[in-house]
């Protein structure tokens, strides 16, 4: 029983600190060739949107919207894609424990 309480604590551990690093880790997506970049935290928080001037057409504003969502997704799946690293390794000494979501 110590042992799995020591095991537990551990895991933890490591699991605080792979959010942590997942907090302050900043993750970039760009669409329409550099024109917008979206940059989200490792947790998936909205950092910031870059959108350079030439994506800016009056005309055509539902284009630049697309890029904005593409952007956005594009850094939410480099977010997702540093989380399922940083926390699979945890996640995976958890399988038996019956615990949701892992």
């Known amino acids: 029983m110590q042992q799995m ?5 551990k895991m933890q551990q490591e699991i605080a600190k792979a959010q942590a690093e997942l907090a302050e880790a900043e993750l970039t997506g760009t669409a329409g060739g550099g024109l917008v970049t979206a940059t989200v935290s490792g947790s ?9 001037p030439k994506a800016v057409d009056p005309d055509d504003v539902e284009t630049l919207e697309d890029l904005v969502v593409a952007a956005l997704h594009n850094a939410a799946e480099a977010a997702k894609e540093l989380t399922d690293k940083k926390m699979g390794p945890v996640a995976g000494g958890m399988g038996g424990l019956g615990l949701p979501g892992f």
């Not at 309480?5 to 604590?9: D, E, I, N, S, Y």
């Open 5 to 9: 309480l020591k095991q537990a604590q």
């Open 44 to 52: 998936g928080e909205i950092k910031g949107i870059r959108i350079d």
